[in-house]
């Protein structure tokens, strides 16, 4: 089958890729921006991306008509626009005009469990989503997922940070609310198996796993399965602003992002009993062995997808990275340094493999001292780190950078500086000639921009005088 992918970037759909392909289909994957596919997939003849913004109508017109099912898996846990549910119901709509259009026979939607009576906007808008799609041209089926537990997704590295970095927690009362978490294997069988089951067209299920959990108990099993022992002491009077600066300051996640978690964390995700199961065959697995899982695969460093990696963990859902893949010439601040290479390959594998647990190889101190300025005043601060240790892609978030060109053949890795500054900012690494050229560019915005510059050259001198001759060191 001829298969229309939306969301082919994040975190479900990265995941899902590999598996409808592996099963024979034909792909066709929007994304919003073409550069951070354009080195993927270059050797595999089943896949296509096209450009496509679903906020925009007029860009949806290079889908092809001969597509049989489409997944839609565009949402978003940003709370950054005021209107966001009228964004999320505008983008829907285009999808389905557009889809219309098309001899689409089935679209499958994953949304969430929304069958409490009060509702966050977000599930509230997920909700509302599952409305617009409806159409009595094609085949909706919707599945409404529980917390989704897996290697890099939004949940399990918040769960992470928060097991893994305080023995005791003093935590607000919400970690009382029930739950059923379910793991990211079995959400991609529902999705894989629902492909072209006519006993799922124009239904909605509910899929979760085994267990009713509070998020606290979420804690605790998390815990056994680290051989960690933890202390969770919940209080009453955390306010949900408290709390999501607690989330803010402890996990990895931004503040935005932290504050619309807080606001669905009060409300009971139960799923309803439904014959979904049975349908396609899939046994749900409980809490543990999800998490297990996901370690197995962090171990293995193949993680396929992050949370971290979407425009969502640094609040620019607008800022595509073909925006900053010319670097500015004029009107700019440069570092620029360069260093004979003794060793090609070693150099690029240290380039590579920067930052994250590696580190920047020099000032690893003033490095921590900048990421925890950059979060004390709302940014991302070093806490993202990376997916692969070894492996960059365009789009990848990098600390507090995000990866805009990374060409390891052409030897050069371009990066973009998302931490808070009076300006905007770009790290360059490319080896020409046997040498390692390092540029970092900063353009300024205003005065406080310039006075920034000039307040930081000896840092910069120090940190990147040290960081280029690590590189270039034939020791790894």
Not at 171 to 193: E, F, N
Not at 403 to 420: F, N, P, Q, S
């Amino acid at each position: 089958m001829r298969i229309l992918i939306t969301g082919a970037t994040g975190y479900i759909g990265k995941r899902l890729i590999p598996i409808l392909l592996n099963e024979g289909h034909s792909l066709v994957c929007t994304v919003r921006d073409i550069a951070r596919v354009e080195h993927q997939y270059s050797n595999e003849k089943n896949i296509e991306f096209i450009e496509a913004d679903f906020l925009k109508s007029a860009s949806l017109q290079g889908i092809p008509t001969d597509v049989d099912i489409a997944y839609y898996l565009i949402h978003s846990m940003s709370n950054s626009a005021k209107e966001f549910h009228i964004l999320e119901e505008r983008c829907a709509f285009n999808f389905k005009r557009a889809i219309e259009n098309t001899n689409i026979q089935q679209v499958i939607y994953l949304s969430g469990i929304t069958n409490d009576t009060k509702l966050s906007k977000h599930l509230l808008s997920r909700k509302n989503v599952e409305s617009t799609l409806k159409s009595d041209i094609y085949n909706l089926t919707t599945f409404k997922s529980g917390i989704i537990v897996g290697s890099g997704s939004s949940s399990f590295e918040i769960i992470r940070d928060l097991v893994e970095k305080l023995p005791i927690m003093i935590a607000p009362k919400w970690l009382h609310t029930k739950t059923q978490p379910i793991g990211i294997r079995d959400v991609l069988s529902y999705l894989s198996r629902a492909a072209g089951n006519s006993n799922t067209f124009n239904k909605s299920f509910d899929v979760y796993g085994p267990e009713i959990l509070t998020y606290k108990a979420m804690l605790l099993q998390f815990a056994q399965v680290r051989a960690l022992k933890r202390t969770i002491i919940t209080v009453p009077v955390m306010t949900p602003k408290l709390s999501s600066y607690w989330l803010y300051f402890v996990t990895s996640t931004s503040y935005k992002l932290a504050s619309s978690l807080v606001n669905s964390m009060g409300i009971e995700i139960i799923g309803k009993p439904s014959e979904v199961n049975t349908l396609l065959d899939v046994s749900p697995m409980n809490y543990k062995k999800a998490v297990q899982l996901a370690f197995i695969k962090i171990e293995q460093n193949s993680i396929l997808s992050s949370w971290k990696d979407s425009y969502i963990s640094s609040g620019r859902l607008k800022d595509y990275i073909h925006r900053f893949i010319n670097v500015p010439k004029f009107g700019c601040f440069k570092d620029f340094k360069q260093r004979e290479i003794i060793d090609t390959q070693i150099t690029l594998n240290k380039i590579w493999s920067i930052g994250g647990d590696k580190g920047w190889y020099y000032g690893t101190f003033l490095w921590k001292i900048r990421g925890v300025l950059d979060q004390f005043v709302g940014g991302t601060g070093l806490r993202r780190g990376r997916t692969n240790p070894h492996k960059l892609h365009a789009g990848d978030a990098l600390d507090f950078w995000r990866v805009i060109y990374a060409d390891k053949k052409r030897k050069k890795l371009l990066l973009y500086a998302e931490m808070k500054l009076p300006g905007e900012a770009w790290l360059e690494f490319k080896i020409e000639n046997d040498k390692l050229h390092q540029t970092a560019t900063f353009r300024p915005r205003g005065i406080a921009g310039r006075l920034y510059w000039y307040l930081v050259t000896p840092f910069h001198w120090l940190v990147f005088n040290g960081m280029i001759n690590r590189l270039v060191a034939v020791k790894k």
